[in-house]
């Protein structure tokens, strides 16, 4: 769910002016802290500014516990902020809602679903009618290439096949907001290279926007057009980094001595901070 904040009034005697735009997401002063019984709370995440843009593909990494999984958690409205506010296309996350899909970074299908029900559950709960709903699963069937598997169970899939098949979930209800908690992170380093195709494709068939999180710094620069490196304890943006690579790259950028160079630099910054402390 998202509320418009409201609009502040133009300034007397300034002459009105056309307003861009706003971004796809912003990310405010975000601040979490969790309450620990007897100890001080924990600040997950301590004053995060995030500015994307629409149709951007950006990866997020940083050490384990850097507060990743909450940004993306706020983000997708299941989370509340302690302060600080995030905004999808001018208006307030104040829940969860369709604009925004998201794959979770423990494995998260519902086990006694059929794949094709798993895909078409968010379509159920937003009252979409059976034919429709059969539609959108077979044509989402389609492009993660699972059209011989709909009416299994996830326990009969590999890890690859039920990440794919969370990921067609997320895309179900048409969200132009995608946000990928690690969603590779369980996977054979064939099935991930497979998976990276994947998600590049779909990223272009449907315009959406995307913020991946990940601890995999080559997959970061291979697939974003930003990476946001985060530093931990408590998590705040480090910097981030625009790749110079154009959107149709494919598997060849990853000899190419500017992509070792990115890598190293991103490698670089979270080594310094680990071994800051
Ligand atoms: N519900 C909670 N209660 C207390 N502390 C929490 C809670 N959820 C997260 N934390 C703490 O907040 C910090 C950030 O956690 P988060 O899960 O966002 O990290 P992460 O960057 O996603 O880590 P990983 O890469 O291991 O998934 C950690 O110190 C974690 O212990
Ligand atoms: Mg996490």
Redesign the pocket.
């Known amino acids: 769910m998202t509320l418009t904040p409201p609009a502040s009034s133009p300034s007397p005697g300034t002459a009105p002016t056309v307003a861009a735009p706003p971004a796809k997401l912003v990310v405010d002063g975000l601040v979490k802290r969790?309450p620990?019984r007897r100890r001080d709370d924990?600040v997950?995440i301590d004053s995060i500014d995030l500015t994307v843009e629409a149709g951007a593909f950006t990866c997020i990494v940083?050490a384990?516990?850097?507060?990743?999984?909450?940004?993306l958690n706020i983000v997708g409205g299941l989370e509340a902020p302690t302060a600080g506010r995030v905004l999808v296309e001018g208006e307030l996350v104040v829940g969860p809602g369709p604009d925004r899909g998201m794959v979770f970074?423990a494995y998260s299908l519902f086990p006694w679903l059929s794949v094709a029900d798993n895909i078409a559950f968010g379509l159920s709960c937003a009252g979409v009618d059976r034919s429709r709903r059969a539609e959108r699963v077979d044509e989402l069937l389609g492009i993660v290439g699972l059209e011989q598997w709909r009416d299994r169970l996830p326990k009969e899939l590999s890890g690859g096949m039920r990440q794919r098949v969370a990921i067609a979930r997320a895309l179900a209800p048409e969200p132009d907001l995608l946000l990928l908690d690690?969603p590779f992170g369980a996977l054979d380093a064939q099935t991930r290279l497979a998976l990276h195709e994947f998600t590049r494709t779909v990223w272009q068939r449907t315009g959406a926007t995307i913020v991946m999180?990940t601890?995999d710094v080559d997959e970061a620069v291979y697939l974003a057009q930003q990476v946001v490196v985060l530093r931990s304890h408590p998590?705040r943006v480090m910097t981030t980094i625009d790749v110079p690579f154009g959107n149709s790259r494919g598997p060849d950028v990853k000899r190419d001595p500017r992509f070792w160079d990115l890598r190293d630099e991103v490698q670089e910054l979270l080594f310094t901070q680990h071994t800051d402390g």
């Open positions: 969790y620990v924990v997950a940083g384990s516990g850097c507060g990743k999984s909450t940004l970074q690690e999180v601890h998590g």
